[in-house]
């Protein structure tokens, strides 16, 4: 999606977004809430950076760029260590699902570096397909292809991020 010039078709173009970008807040934060906090801080970052948006990738893209940063900077903020006499009052099954989920987030940050890595249009396939949680459909709509294509590139970027961790060991 291109920006046309204007205030109105920019902020009209931001709202079409909105519903994609609070599924993709709620991926992150995995509660309704903070996914609604994140997006709605997402879209006012992006409002006041607008100027910045070149174009290189679809405004999709860019809004759940700015929201993953915004969360990956939220996240180091509340991720201040805690003194050990803090967490002796946790029960063990508590820190062994906190454990997992370190983990778990681990991996996530793992395929994101990985993704970064990858050329376009596998990067943005996969981005809008697993965090934007869009159909293949609306995938092709986006880059005006069919859904076969959108299908065959994001199982291909699928493949390409599997196969770059295999390299590196990581599973």
């Given at each position: 999606?291109?920006?046309?010039?204007?205030?109105?078709?920019?902020?009209?173009?931001?709202?079409?977004?909105y519903?994609?970008?609070?599924?993709?807040?709620?991926?992150l934060?995995?509660?309704?809430?903070s996914?609604?906090?994140?997006?709605?801080?997402?879209?006012?970052?992006?409002?006041?950076?607008?100027?910045?948006?070149r174009?290189?990738?679809?405004?999709?893209?860019?809004?759940?760029?700015?929201?993953?940063?915004t969360?990956?900077n939220?996240?180091?903020l509340?991720?201040?260590?805690?003194?050990?006499?803090?967490?002796?009052?946790?029960?063990?099954?508590?820190?062994?699902?906190?454990?997992?989920?370190?983990?778990q987030?681990?991996?996530?940050m793992?395929?994101?570096?990985v993704?970064?890595?990858?050329?376009?249009?596998?990067?943005?396939?996969?981005?809008?397909?697993?965090?934007?949680?869009?159909?293949?459909?609306?995938?092709?709509?986006?880059?005006?292809?069919?859904?076969?294509?959108?299908?065959?590139?994001?199982?291909?970027?699928?493949?390409?991020?599997?196969?770059?961790?295999?390299?590196?060991g990581?599973i």
């Open positions: 999606m291109t920006l046309k010039k204007g205030k109105d078709n920019i902020i009209t173009s931001l709202q079409t977004e519903e994609a970008v609070l599924r993709y807040a709620l991926f934060t995995k509660d309704r809430e996914a609604s906090e994140l997006t709605q801080e997402t879209f006012l970052k992006a409002m006041n950076s607008i100027g910045s948006f174009g290189d990738s679809s405004l999709l893209t860019w809004l759940c760029s700015i929201a993953r940063n969360w990956i939220d996240r180091k509340a991720h201040r260590s805690v003194p050990v006499s803090e967490t002796e009052d946790i029960p063990d099954d508590r820190k062994a699902a906190f454990d997992e989920l370190i983990a987030r681990d991996m996530a793992k395929i994101h570096e993704l970064h890595e990858m050329p376009d249009p596998y990067k943005e396939v996969f981005t809008l397909r697993i965090f934007g949680e869009l159909s293949f459909k609306e995938i092709a709509a986006l880059f005006g292809k069919s859904e076969n294509w959108g299908n065959v590139t994001f199982f291909r970027a699928k493949k390409m991020i599997i196969s770059k961790l295999i390299q590196r990581i």
